[in-house]
């Protein structure tokens, strides 16, 4: 069996792709077992010819099944070499096996006996075999084809194990015979090569043009959903919808344009948390006491929803009828719903399951309901009267009293539960006793309106423990406050244009109330005051904008707004500095402005000369002591990169009463910042100071400003040394800015003069990094800003052409096209910490955001200042800054105000967290395309399998009141 070590041909790729030539099948027959030996060298010298051959199980792999293997093997081999000798017919074993598996998969005529020592006859003859003993062996019938191809062989070559040179070549004449020849296996096997090949190619070309079609039908329906969504954006109109489509445009195709409009939705509604589609008119809505859950009844349902996550926590609980009213026990153990059959039902929060039986019916519809400490209910019925129900027992607490000699439209109970209030149709304002039911003192208002004839209120809401308030709002569209301890206004009406459905109060930080009506607006007025309205928020302004429930949440932060639209709208109202809003500075005109990196803290300076640290902790600016020490305004500032050190420049001269005049003041500081001070480190006099940078290892500071030349400085930030024997001349009368790299090195400074020229200077010599002259742009006009993106981005610079300018950092050379858009000078410019994009301020009041890498517009204008006529007439915006973490844009106006939006590095997901839920695929279908598979728009948010009735949000509830 030694000669069995050396496999007799080892599998090839070309045997592995077209399968073995021969299969050689034998049995090892009596002592001496010579067929082995034979066989081996048979598959020798067929190999030697270049044929594939198997010849036994040693050539197989470790591992394999036997069977299964040569079976798999016989079914690709084109010939099957039989070795007959007299023990095989006797004793067939597996060659038999192999024989009849061969003739399943391919004709008899493949199968090639080799007849040992004439054990089998010859074609034509009809003895019987017969063996040494004279017995007869007859052919067996599992060998076909033994008398049509067959090989004669001595038994003196099987002893031998040597091949006779007939056989052999029989053997490759009857592969020929089968057209399985090797030329022709090889030209089979390069015509697939070669059909392979082609088909790849055209597989890679039909892909490609695949892919760029694809891309482009992404493009063109990602460019019209922004363009619908913005439409539906100005008109106030499914503001679900358009929040959904610009997620999905974006999703398909991010590019500027998509950012834009997904920044832009986030802006036009700053404090919005949470827009939740119920699929009708809301009517009413409620906080549970620990502010996780919202309940809103809209149309026949009762939704309870999660307040963090803004999804259902189960599904609508259905009423038989139109739902008009609902409240939360103060405890939170139970919501009671009120319909227009006169019904109360109760109901476990927690599971939204029916706790018994309801209360019967009861003089007609019910308009409003409350609840008490104590599981008192009370319901203020369409037809005027007010009932008193005990919740625990399910019984009556008394007969019903005449509320209202019209019809009765809120009930409000106090926060200790004594006191019921109540207003309807007679425009009035009435106190009860929660026990007794009787009537508590005379009544206030009334409230005017001129609706049928009818004077009438719509809302009364009690204010905040202990402060004896009771607000209340309705059709002579004034929000009235009222205090019941004197029986008296408690401040005056706040006229807000439009009949008042709802009024709320909230009891956070500051008592306020809300009120929200025709119109879409809400306004939230700080109890007590008059006038202008703290907050405003827009619901939706568009036909269906009504808004006929307002609910604070238990601790005042936020806001729950329902409408006609058929969505629930939750408000961040616990940030007291406003997105947008203007908090005053109190440093006159404000000139300058920077931000600490290190944390939310801004330093800004002014035209008296004076600067001030404002600290931002949770939304609350607090403004810290002033620091003098300039004569005149403050031209620039800058922290250090640890936040410890601000550099402040000045001018030397001072305006007032038409007169100039030298000021005493020094014109470059150094200042240690401390919490909410500043402290003076060193100062020097010199010229008029315009710009002012530290290095971003903070050890080195440059400046430059009305100097011979427009010179740049180069000092020590810590002593005060000039670091180079002569400052660098930039050209032209000054130098107007000043800005280094963001490496660690510093290793590159940049800086702009007056004639829109910019100089590349070495951050650390001083000297230029080119020998060429600086290159200039901004049509000859000034540079007024300079910022560094990251390593290897373009420089930008702001100038006073009123546009933007991008410059190669290794060149200087400036960036085609240029980036107009603003209306007056370009006085600020910055880039946000992870070098994505630029904002920038000018003298049009208004404040931009750009693409860094392609310069593009990102979304629309920002109010960030009133508008001027000029750049000499002040109202410029003079500085922009973002906050560390990208987040947050603050800008500085000259007219005193500070203002700050919400800019989110990932807009998609900062919309994506206002919404409750995707598309769903027939809503993807029909506003997107059937073209595109569908693509999730929000990865955390549920896929509904039908629309929310769309339909249904457009038909409003009709009101209890006959308007």
């Not at 069996?1 to 790729?13: D, G, K, L, Q, V």
């Not at 010859?122 to 003895?127: F, H, I, L, R, Y």
């Not at 024997?725 to 702009?752: I, K, Q, Y």
């Amino acid at each position: 069996m030694t000669e069995a070590s050396a496999p007799a041909h080892a599998p090839t790729a070309v045997s592995r792709l077209l399968g073995h030539d021969f299969f050689i099948s034998f049995a090892l027959g009596e002592p001496p077992r010579g067929t082995l030996r034979y066989a081996t060298d048979l598959a020798r010298r067929l190999k030697q010819r270049d044929f594939a051959v198997f010849l036994c199980e040693d050539d197989l792999p470790p591992g394999h099944r036997l069977w299964a293997t040569l079976d798999r093997l016989l079914d690709r081999s084109k010939v099957l070499v039989v070795i007959v000798n007299r023990h095989l017919l006797v004793n067939p074993g597996g060659v038999r096996r192999e024989v009849e598996r061969f003739r399943r998969r391919h004709a008899d005529d493949r199968i090639v006996v080799v007849n040992v020592g004439a054990v089998l006859p010859q074609p034509g003859d009809a003895a019987p075999v017969e063996d040494a003993a004279d017995a007869v062996v007859p052919i067996p019938v599992w060998l076909p084809g033994a008398d049509r191809v067959l090989l004669n062989e001595t038994e003196a070559a099987i002893e031998q194990g040597v091949a006779s040179d007939k056989v052999v070549k029989d053997l490759a004449l009857a592969l020929t015979t089968t057209r399985s020849n090797l030329r022709w296996r090889w030209l089979l096997a390069g015509g697939l090569a070669v059909f392979a090949g082609l088909l790849a190619l055209a597989g890679r070309d039909w892909f490609e043009r695949t892919r760029v079609a694809e891309a482009a039908l992404r493009r063109e329906q990602a460019s019209r959903l922004v363009l619908e969504s913005k439409a539906m954006l100005a008109r106030a109109e499914d503001h679900e919808r358009s929040m959904l489509q610009m997620v999905a445009a974006h999703r398909l195709s991010p590019s500027p344009a998509t950012e834009g409009a997904l920044l832009d939705s986030l802006m036009s509604s700053p404090r919005l948390l949470k827009l939740m589609a119920v699929g009708a008119a809301v009517g009413s809505l409620a906080f549970g006491p620990d502010g996780r859950r919202v309940a809103v009844v809209a149309g026949n349902n009762l939704w309870l929803w999660d307040a963090h996550r803004g999804v259902p926590v189960v599904p609508p609980l259905r009423h038989p009828t139109i739902v008009n009213a609902i409240a939360y026990s103060p405890d939170g153990r139970f919501i009671v719903t009120a319909d227009e059959a006169g019904t109360l039902r109760f109901w476990d929060p927690s599971s939204g399951t029916a706790m018994g039986a309801a209360l019967p019916a009861h003089r007609g519809a019910i308009a409003s309901v409350a609840v008490g400490r104590g599981g008192i209910v009370v319901a203020g019925h369409v037809n005027g009267s007010l009932t008193r129900w005990d919740a625990q027992a399910r019984a009556s607490l008394g007969p019903p009293q005449q509320a209202d000699p019209g019809w009765l439209t809120s009930v409000a109970i106090s926060a200790d539960g004594s006191r019921i209030a109540t207003t309807g149709g007679s425009g009035k304002v009435r106190f009860w006793d929660a026990r007794t039911g009787q009537e508590d003192g005379e009544p206030l208002g009334p409230h005017r309106g001129d609706v049928g004839g009818h004077r009438a209120a719509r809302s009364v809401a009690f204010g905040c423990p202990g402060s004896h308030l009771v607000a209340s709002g309705g059709d002579d569209a004034r929000l009235r406050q009222w205090d019941t301890s004197a029986r008296a206004p408690a401040a005056a009406a706040v006229d807000r244009g439009v009949v008042v459905l709802t009024v709320a109060a909230g009891c956070g930080s500051k008592p306020r109330f809300a009120s929200a009506g025709w119109g879409g607006d809400i306004a939230i007025h700080e109890a007590r005051t008059s006038g202008e309205a703290a907050v405003s928020l827009v619901h939706g302004r568009d036909r269906t904008g009504t808004v006929r429930a307002l609910a604070f949440s238990p601790d005042g932060r936020v806001l729950a707004s329902g409408g006609n639209d058929g969505t629930v709208r939750l408000w961040d109202l616990g940030d007291q500095w406003s997105f947008g809003r203007s908090i005053e500075a109190q440093v006159g005109r404000i000139t300058a402005l920077a931000s600490n990196p290190r944390k939310e803290q801004f330093a800004i300076g002014g035209s008296d000369g004076r600067l001030r640290l404002v600290d931002v902790d949770g939304g609350v600016a607090a403004l810290g002591v002033p620091a003098a020490g300039h004569a005149a305004a403050v031209n620039s500032i800058a922290f250090s990169p640890d936040g410890r050190r601000l550099v402040s420049g000045s001018g030397t001269t001072k305006f007032d009463g038409g007169r100039t005049f030298e000021g005493p003041g020094s014109t470059l500081i150094v200042w240690r910042v401390g919490a909410g001070k500043l402290a003076e480190e060193h100062a020097e006099r010199g010229a008029e100071v315009m710009s002012v940078a530290f290095n971003a290892g903070g050890e080195r500071l440059a400046f430059g400003g009305w100097d011979r030349h427009g010179a740049l400085h180069l000092r020590n930030a810590t002593t005060g040394q000039a670091l180079t024997p002569e400052p660098l001349h930039a050209g032209g009368n000054r130098l107007s800015s000043v800005a280094f790299s963001r490496d660690r090195g510093s290793r590159l400074v940049a800086a702009g003069n007056d004639l829109g020229c910019l100089l590349l200077a070495d951050g650390v010599t001083g000297q230029r990094r080119t020998e060429k002259k600086p290159q200039c742009g901004h049509d000859g006009q000034a540079i007024t800003g300079i910022a560094f993106g990251p390593e290897g981005a373009p420089v930008v610079t702001g100038g006073g052409d009123n546009s933007l300018r991008r410059w190669d950092p290794n060149t200087g050379a400036p960036i085609e096209p240029p980036m107009p858009g603003h209306g007056g000078w370009v006085t600020a410019v910055t880039v946000s910490p992870d070098g994505r994009r630029i904002a920038s301020g000018a003298c049009d009041g208004q404040v931009r955001l750009w693409d860094l890498a392609t310069g593009a517009p990102l979304g629309q204008p920002i109010e960030g200042g009133r508008e001027a006529r000029s750049a000499e007439n002040g109202h410029c915006v003079r500085g922009v800054v973002f906050s560390p973490d990208g987040e947050n844009l603050v800008a500085a106006s000259d007219d005193g105000g500070l203002r700050r939006w919400r800019v989110p590095n990932a807009p998609a997901e900062a919309v994506c967290a206002r919404l409750g839920r995707n598309m769903s695929l027939r809503e993807w279908r029909q506003w997107v395309s059937e073209a595109i598979p569908y693509t999730c728009q929000c990865a955390d948010l549920p896929r509904p399998a039908q629309p929310i009735a769309p339909d249904a949000r457009a038909r409003p509830r009709a009101a209890p009141l006959r308007n």
